[in-house]
């Protein structure tokens, strides 16, 4: 199950109190609640979190660290460390956090420009042990909301054609997003609708598309 906007609140950015921690719910925006694993809590990564991560990658079983990284990566370099945990200051990078501080789930958006549009690579992985239990998913809405947020127009996702889970997943919150085949993965580009903008000269189809898009995000959640 994902986090949801249910229960208590506590201040902006608090830990919540242990007793509190029983069902889903949100600080600052970011949820904690509980899945078939254990519970968990979603917060922005530091660059003191780089041990953390090393740690989170080197636990990955090979598939894992193939399906996200598209090589095996255990123990990961220096350079890739530093990506992982912020170091190039353009990510926006949220982990997924167990009862004991552990990470069980990292996603990462780089953001970038391509012909004029402001876009966002997005990748993430959770750990095998705590797949299948809606943290991926919950990782690419948040992902994606907080991009739209700082005005990212495009979002491209590469994923191996093998990673069948994520396939479902984009599938299911981009049904029309583009997608073309490269020799080593399949590249992923979804438009974002965002609400600042003016839709009305769109052509119909097009906007037809997007709002169906719009319908399964909000199915999604």
Known sequence: MDGTLAGPQTAAGATPPHHLMQGPLTC???????????RYRVRTAEPDDAALIRDFVCGLSVRTQYFRFFTAVAPPSGGLLRALSGGSGRSDILLV????????????????????LHTADIGLVIADRWQGQGLGTTL???LTERAAERGVETLVLE?????????????????????KRTPDAITITAELIRPDLDYSSIPGP????????CAARAASY
Request: one cysteine or more.
């Open 206 to 213: 097009l906007l037809a598309a997007q709002l169906i898009d």
């Open 159 to 179: 994923v191996l054609p093998d990673n069948r889970k994520m396939l479902g997943i984009i599938e299911r919150r981009w049904p029309h997003a583009s997608r």
């Open 140 to 142: 690419l809405r948040l």
């Open 28 to 38: 600052d925006r970011l949820p904690w609640g509980s899945v078939r694993s254990g």
């Open 97 to 116: 956090i167990d009862d004991s501080g552990a990470v069980v789930g990292h996603g990462m958006a780089a953001d970038g420009e391509s012909c004029d």
